[in-house]
């Protein structure tokens, strides 16, 4: 079974921290993704990395920025995190190609920020 | 504009009746993927289906279809024999095979609740 792993389920910090979510995935899929859930907006994509060290910009990028050092960790930070940022963050992961090829999601985190 | 648009933003359906969940797209490639995604309330992402844009039969996986109209640009999911555990959240989403790293547009979602 492929698994997304998510650091944390519920995250609170503080205005301006530093704020780290981890992903890690085990079934060696290049391309992997952030997104944030809000009600009424669906899933909006953050970043996404299609190989290592490599990422690219996705829907609403400002305020985030990521690394991909390892082929199946993906980190999404937030440099000063703000009120704004409080949101459910989901990571995904997928093959590369057409086809199905569907991502699997990690449970979640649910960030507030305070 | 909205290159996935899901206009039922919530509904109620009678347990064994079916369902059907509005999905529209936009776009101008030839090759794209369509998928439909299920939240329930515990929050995991469950994927269900996936049509592509050359294939020429309708996406079917168990109680669930998807009801493509490529000149429409619709890919409606159907849910036959709704069961208590169908209600979740509904996610349409798009895949643009020109684009790189296979990333997805979502729909704002259906919230779907079933009724005894």
């Known amino acids: 079974d492929v698994k997304v792993t998510q650091s944390s389920r519920y995250l609170v910090k503080r205005t301006g921290e530093k704020v780290f979510l981890e992903c890690v995935q085990d079934m060696d899929h290049e391309n992997m993704f952030w997104y944030r859930q809000d009600p009424g907006l669906g899933l909006r994509l953050i970043y996404f990395?299609?190989?290592?060290?490599?990422?690219e910009k996705g829907d609403i990028p400002e305020g985030y920025s990521v690394s991909r050092e390892k082929k199946e960790r993906f980190s999404l930070i937030l440099e000063s995190a703000s009120t704004n940022q409080t949101s459910m963050y989901l990571c995904?992961?997928?093959?590369?190609?057409?086809?199905?090829?569907?991502?699997?999601f990690g449970p979640g985190t649910r960030l507030t920020v305070l | 504009a909205q290159k996935i648009t899901q206009t039922q933003p919530g509904m109620f359906v009678q347990e064994k009746e079916a369902v059907t969940l509005d999905c529209t797209y936009d776009?101008?490639?030839?090759?794209?993927?369509l998928f439909w995604y299920k939240q329930p309330s515990s929050g995991e992402m469950i994927f269900l289906i996936y049509q592509g844009s050359y294939d020429e039969q309708n996406a079917t996986e168990g109680r669930y279809s998807l009801n493509f109209q490529k000149a429409r640009k619709s890919a409606n999911l159907v849910i036959s024999a709704s069961q208590l555990g169908d209600s979740a959240m509904y996610f349409c989403?798009?895949?643009?095979?020109?684009?790189?790293?296979?990333?997805?547009?979502f729909g704002g979602g259906t919230r779907v609740l079933v009724k005894p």
């Open positions: 776009t101008s490639d030839q090759s794209y993927g």
């Open positions: 990395s299609y190989d290592v060290k490599m990422k």
């Open positions: 989403a798009m895949r643009e095979d020109t684009t790189a790293g296979n990333k997805l547009t």
């Open positions: 995904a992961s997928s093959l590369s190609g057409t086809g199905v090829n569907e991502q699997f």
